[in-house]
C-alpha cells in the first residue's frame, strides 16, 4: 500500500502544477484575446498506470479564477504525464479520460422595489440552498445597481434535480420580493470537434442534457462580443437529436466558417429560472478572409521596349493570432515573404521587375498564404502595362495613367465614407467617376446585415437596429456622387434583410422603421448611372420589399401609410382594401399583406412598346396559404383610363419583365377597366401612351411602306426589262443609272425601317438596323444629288455634254463612299466619347437638343442635299420660263403653268424634297395646330415615296412606256399567232 499511497501523492502533486500551468495559460488566452471570465474548478482526473486505473482528486487554488472546460481540453492534449513510485522510479501514465463531476452554481438575485441588499437576505439565501444535497459552498461575489443586485457562486459535489432547485428559487423570490436567477454548469455534456477545425469547414457542437427543458440556444463570444445563433446562411441549429438517455439536445453546424466565427461557444437549456449550460472554444486553422493588395506605381508606362519597370507590391491583411506562411510569385517564380504587425493588420512587402517587351500575356502578381492545416488561400493583383505607341489615359489627381480599357479601383474615399471608386479609361478619356463609397453610418448598418444574415447575432433586437439604422441613413442628405452609392447600399441591406427573414422571424414592430426607409429610398434622386443599372436596383428593390412584407410575423399592427409605400392587412374572408386610392378585392383564407409603391415603375425596365406603366404598383401576399386557386381584382383609379390600349400586368421577378399572364382587363363600372388575376404578385397596369393621331401615323407609315417596297420592286424589275431599249445615249445611262441606285438604297431603307419597329428586338440588331438606316437613306440622298446636279449640269451646258467617265466617278464617291465616311465616323466618335450612337426606343439616332446628338450627322447633310436640290428646281423652273414665248398670251402662260407644275410634280420625289415638311417639325411645339397638319404631311409624302419615284421616275417617261407597251402587244401577238394555226387546222379538216 505504501508504494502506491505515494504514488496517489506524487501523482497528485505534479497534475496539480500540471492544471496550474494550463489553467494561467487559459488564464492569459482569454484575457488577452476574449476578456472572458474562468469560474473555479473541482475536478476528478482517472489514470492509468500499467494496467491498474487510479481516481486522484484535482484541487486547483489560485488567485484567478479558472474555467474547468479549459483545463479538461488541456489535459486532452497532455501525452508526456509521468509519475514516480517509492522506489524513486519514472513510469509513465497515460491519461485515459476526465470529467467535471463538481456542479458549479452562478445565482443572481434582483430586488424589486428599490429595496437593497444586506446580510440578512444574504443568510435568508443560503439557509434556502442549504436544503440542497451536496453544498461545498456559497459566497457572494459582488453587489451591483446601487445595492439592488446580488451575485452568489455556489459548488454541489453531486447534482442536484431541477425541480427542487426551481422550487427554492420560487420560495426564494416570494420571500425576498426578488427576481432569481440560476446558471449551472456541469449538467451539461458538450461535444466538440477535433481541437483545431480547418478554414471554411462544416464543424458541429451538440448539447444534451438528461432533463427535460423548455427552452435551449447557443451563443458564442469573441473579442468583440457576444451573439446569439440562429439559423442563418451559416448556422443550422438541430432541436432533434434527443434520446431516451439525454430529453434534451440541441447541435449547431457551422458551414464554411471564417475568422469571425473562431471563440468560445455556449449552450444553454432553460428550465422555469434555471439555466444549464457548458462552454468549450472552437479554435480554427485560419487563413485571411480579405486581401488587399497595392501596386506602386498602379501602372507600368513603358517609354521603350528594352527598359525593365520595378513595381513594390505591398499586401494587408487582417491580424490574427496565427502568423502565416506567405509567398508571392510572378510568371512562374516563387518566393517568401515575411509579414510585419502593426495594430490590427499584418503586412507584407515585396519588389519585382516588369518587363517592357510586349505580349499578349496579362501581367499579374500572385500572393498566397499557407496555415498549419496546409490550407492555402491567393490573391491576383494585375498590373496595366501601357506598351509604347499604345493609347492611354493620363493622370488626372489621384487617377493614374491608365491604358485604354482597364478600370482603376482606388481604395480611398472621402471623409465620413467607406468603400472605393472606380473609373474606366477608353481611348484616350476618362470617364465619369463611379463611386461605391458609403456613409460610415450606412457602412455599420451594412455589417450588421452580412453578421445577421449569417446567424450569428440575429436577434429581433438586432433586426430593429439594423432597420431603425437605415431609416437613419435614408433620412441623411449626400452629394450626388455619394447618393447613389449610399442607395445602392440601402437596397443591398433591404436584400439581406428580405433573404434572412426566411430562416429568422421578424416581429412588426420593424414596420415602421422599414416602410419610412424604404419609402425615402424612392424620394432620391435615381441618377448618375446608367438605365441598366436603374433596372437592376429598381427589381432588386421590389423583391425585397416584397418578400419582408411577407415573412414579417404580423400581430398587432393595422398598416402604415407613407408618401411612397401604403401597407394595409386583411384577415381571412372578403377583402376591400384601397390603398393610394386604387381599389383590391380578394375572397380567401388566411391574412392578406398588402402594400402599394408610388414611384418605382418608371424606374423598372418596361418590356411593352409605346405604353407607361401606371404610377401605383400593388403586392398581394397570403400568409399560410393553402388555396389551390386565387382570384384578385385592382382597379386603378388614379389612371386615365381614355387610352384606347389597356394591359393587366404583373412583375415576373425571375425575368425581371411585364408579363400578362393570368391577368386580363375586363370592364367595370362606369366603363372603367378591371384587371382580374389568378395569382398575387406586384401588379401594375400599362397604359398605351400614343394618341389616336400618334395610333394613325403607325398605321398609316406601315401601310405606306408597305407599298413602297412593292412599288420599287417593280420599278427595279421594269427597269432590268426595258434597260437595253431604252438606254442608248450617254445620258440616259446617267439617268437611268441613277434612279436605279436610288430606288435599291431606298428599298433598303424602308426594309430596314419597318423591321427596326418590331418589338422586344435585341439590342444589337437595334444597332445594326440604326446604322442600317442611317448609310441607305443617306445613299438614297446621295443619288439624289447626283440626279439634280446632272439635270442643272444640262440645262446650263447644252453644248458641252456629261462624260460618262467623270459623271461614273463623281457619283460612286458622293453614292458611296461619303455616306459610309459619314456613318462611320459617327459611330466611332460615338464608340470613342461613350455617348450614345441610337436610341433603344426606336432604334434611331439620338436626337439631344436641336444640333446635338448623333441625329445631327443625318440632319445635316439631308439638309444640304435638300436645299441643293430645291436650288436645281428654281434653275429649271427659271430656264423654263426664260423659254416661254415672248408674246405673252393667255395660252401660253397657262401652257407656262403646266410645265412649272409637271416639273415640280415630277421631281419633288426623286429630289427628296418630300422631307422639307421634316425639317418644319423641328421647329414647331407639339401641341401647335400645324404640328399634326405637318406631321401627317410628312408621313404621308415620304412613307409612299417608292410609289410617287415608280409613277414619276419611271412610267412617266415616254420611251419607257412605249417599250412596255410594245412587250406587252408583242407578248399578247404572240400568244394570238400560236392559237390561229390550230382554229384554222380544225376548219380545213371539217372542209
Known amino acids: 500500500m505504501v508504494p502506491m499511497a505515494f504514488m496517489y501523492l506524487t501523482a497528485t502533486v505534479y497534475m496539480y502544477y500540471q492544471a496550474l500551468a494550463a489553467g494561467m495559460y487559459y488564464y492569459y488566452y482569454n484575457y488577452y484575446y476574449n476578456d472572458y471570465p474562468l469560474s473555479f474548478l473541482r475536478n476528478v482526473v482517472r489514470i492509468s498506470y500499467y494496467k491498474n486505473v487510479y481516481t486522484a482528486d484535482l484541487v486547483v487554488e489560485s488567485n484567478v479564477t479558472l ?39 452562478e445565482v443572481t438575485a434582483i430586488l424589486q422595489n428599490g429595496a437593497t441588499w444586506d446580510s440578512n437576505k444574504t443568510k435568508q439565501l443560503e439557509t434556502a440552498f442549504r436544503g440542497l444535497n451536496g453544498v461545498e459552498h456559497l459566497n457572494l461575489t459582488g453587489l451591483r445597481g446601487s445595492n439592488s443586485t446580488a451575485d452568489f457562486e455556489m459548488d454541489l459535489s453531486c447534482k442536484s434535480e431541477t425541480s427542487k432547485l426551481q422550487e427554492i428559487v420560487s420560495n426564494l423570490e416570494t420571500s425576498l420580493g426578488a427576481v432569481v436567477w440560476v446558471n449551472i454548469t456541469g449538467t451539461v455534456t458538450l461535444e466538440s470537434s477535433e481541437p483545431l477545425v480547418p478554414y471554411m469547414s462544416e464543424p458541429t457542437l451538440k448539447c444534451t442534457l438528461e432533463e427535460a427543458s ?33 430529453n434534451s439536445c440541441i447541435a449547431v453546424t457551422l458551414h464554411n466558417i471564417t475568422s469571425n466565427w473562431a471563440g468560445t461557444y455556449e449552450c444553454a437549456f432553460t428550465v422555469g429560472s434555471i439555466r444549464h449550460t457548458a462552454k468549450t472554444e472552437l479554435r480554427m486553422a485560419l487563413l485571411p478572409d480579405e486581401i488587399s493588395m497595392m501596386a506602386t506605381p498602379p501602372t507600368v508606362h513603358c517609354s521603350n521596349s528594352t527598359e525593365n519597370v520595378t513595381v513594390d507590391i505591398k499586401v494587408t491583411v487582417p491580424y490574427v493570432h496565427e502568423m502565416y506562411e506567405a509567398w508571392w510569385s510572378y510568371k512562374g517564380g516563387k518566393k517568401k515573404c515575411p509579414g510585419n504587425t502593426s495594430g490590427d493588420f499584418l503586412y507584407y512587402h515585396f519588389e519585382t521587375a516588369i518587363s517592357c517587351q510586349k505580349t499578349k500575356e496579362a501581367h499579374y502578381m500572385t500572393v498566397t498564404f499557407k496555415n498549419n492545416k496546409d490550407q492555402q488561400k491567393s490573391a491576383r493583383l494585375d498590373i496595366p502595362v501601357i506598351y509604347e505607341g499604345e493609347r492611354f489615359c493620363r493622370e488626372d489627381g489621384d487617377w493614374p495613367k491608365t491604358p485604354d480599357g482597364h478600370t482603376v479601383v482606388k481604395q480611398t474615399c472621402p471623409n465620413g465614407r467607406v468603400g472605393n471608386e472606380l473609373r474606366t479609361c477608353t481611348g484616350n478619356k476618362w470617364q465619369p467617376v463611379f463611386s461605391k463609397c458609403v456613409s460610415e453610418q450606412l457602412f455599420s448598418t451594412l455589417k450588421e446585415a452580412q453578421r445577421f444574415i449569417t446567424g450569428q447575432g440575429s436577434t429581433h433586437e438586432a433586426a430593429m437596429g439594423i432597420f431603425q439604422g437605415l431609416k437613419n441613413s435614408s433620412m441623411s442628405d449626400s452629394d450626388s456622387s455619394g447618393r447613389m452609392a449610399d442607395l445602392m447600399g440601402s437596397i443591398h441591406i433591404l436584400g439581406l434583410m428580405a433573404n434572412a427573414s426566411e430562416n429568422i422571424a421578424i416581429q412588426d414592430n420593424v414596420l415602421p422603421d422599414f416602410i419610412n426607409a424604404a ?61 393610394f386610392n386604387s381599389m383590391v378585392n380578394l375572397k380567401t383564407f388566411g391574412l392578406v399583406k398588402t402594400v402599394a409603391v408610388k414611384n418605382l415603375t418608371d424606374k423598372l425596365r418596361n418590356n411593352f412598346p409605346n405604353t407607361e406603366a401606371s404610377t401605383v404598383l400593388i403586392s398581394a401576399t397570403l400568409e399560410n396559404m393553402k388555396e389551390s386557386s386565387i382570384r384578385i381584382s385592382l382597379d386603378f383609379f388614379n389612371e386615365q383610363q381614355t387610352s384606347i390600349k389597356h394591359v393587366c400586368v404583373f412583375w415576373n421577378i425571375s425575368e425581371r419583365k411585364w408579363s400578362e399572364d393570368g391577368c386580363v382587363a375586363q370592364n367595370g363600372i362606369g366603363g372603367r377597366r378591371i384587371c382580374l388575376c389568378n395569382h398575387l404578385t406586384p401588379f401594375s397596369y400599362l397604359i398605351d401612351i400614343r394618341s389616336t393621331t400618334a395610333q394613325s401615323l403607325e398605321i398609316l407609315t406601315t401601310v405606306g411602306l408597305s407599298v413602297s417596297i412593292c412599288s420599287l420592286v417593280i420599278f427595279l424589275v421594269i427597269e432590268f426589262v426595258v434597260w437595253s431599249k431604252v438606254v442608248k445615249t450617254t445620258l440616259s445611262h446617267v439617268r437611268h443609272t441613277v434612279m436605279v441606285n436610288m430606288a435599291v438604297f431606298l428599298l433598303l431603307a424602308h426594309c430596314s425601317f419597318l423591321a427596326s419597329n418590331s418589338p422586344d428586338l435585341p439590342d444589337t440588331w437595334c444597332c445594326i438596323l440604326s446604322i442600317c438606316k442611317h448609310l441607305f437613306f443617306l445613299a438614297t440622298f446621295g443619288w439624289m444629288l447626283c440626279l439634280s446636279l446632272v439635270l442643272v449640269h444640262q440645262l446650263i451646258f447644252v453644248f458641252r455634254p456629261l462624260r460618262k467617265r467623270v459623271f461614273m466617278f463623281f457619283s460612286s464617291f458622293v453614292g458611296y463612299v461619303c455616306p459610309m465616311l459619314i456613318v462611320g465616323s459617327t459611330y466611332g466618335y460615338c464608340r470613342l466619347s461613350n455617348k450614345r450612337y441610337y436610341a433603344t426606343n426606336n432604334c434611331w439616332l439620338v436626337y439631344r437638343k436641336p444640333f446635338g446628338g448623333s441625329l445631327l450627322a443625318f440632319l445635316v447633310p439631308v439638309a444640304t442635299v435638300t436645299l441643293t436640290n430645291i436650288f436645281c428646281v428654281v434653275v429649271v423652273i427659271v430656264t423654263l420660263l426664260k423659254s416661254s414665248v415672248p408674246d405673252g398670251s393667255k395660252a401660253d402662260y397657262k401652257e407656262t403653268a403646266k410645265s412649272i407644275l409637271r416639273v415640280v410634280v415630277l421631281l419633288t420625289p426623286v429630289f427628296g424634297l418630300t422631307w422639307v415638311p421634316g425639317f418644319v417639325l423641328l421647329m414647331l411645339d407639339a401641341k401647335d395646330v400645324m404640328f399634326a397638319v405637318t406631321v401627317y404631311s410628312f408621313t404621308i409624302l415620304n412613307s409612299f415615296q417608292g410609289l410617287s419615284i415608280l409613277l414619276t421616275g419611271c412610267l412617266a417617261e415616254q420611251k419607257v412606256r412605249e417599250e412596255l407597251s410594245r412587250l406587252l402587244t408583242s407578248q399578247v401577238n404572240s400568244k394570238g399567232r400560236k392559237k390561229k394555226p390550230k382554229t384554222y387546222n380544225i376548219q380545213q379538216q371539217h372542209t
Open 214 to 246: 423548455s427552452d435551449a440556444g447557443w451563443k458564442m463570444c469573441r473579442a468583440d462580443g457576444c451573439f446569439e445563433l440562429n439559423n442563418g446562411s451559416v448556422v443550422k441549429l438541430d432541436t432533434s437529436c434527443a434520446t431516451k438517455e439525454y
Open 67 to 105: 474555467q474547468a472546460v479549459s483545463i479538461l481540453s488541456v489535459f486532452n492534449t497532455i501525452t508526456n504525464l509521468r509519475v514516480t513510485d517509492a522506489n524513486g522510479t519514472s513510469h509513465r501514465v497515460m491519461l485515459v479520460g476526465s470529467e467535471l463531476v463538481a456542479v458549479h452554481l
Open 519 to 579: 419609402s425615402n429610398m424612392l424620394d432620391q434622386t435615381w441618377d448618375g448611372v446608367n438605365k441598366s443599372v436603374i433596372h437592376d436596383m429598381s427589381s432588386h428593390y421590389l423583391r425585397s420589399v416584397e418578400n419582408l412584407v411577407k415573412n414579417i410575423e404580423v400581430n398587432k399592427s393595422e398598416g402604415l401609410t407613407t408618401q411612397n409605400l401604403d401597407l394595409k392587412f386583411c384577415p381571412s374572408g372578403n377583402c376591400n382594401l384601397t390603398l
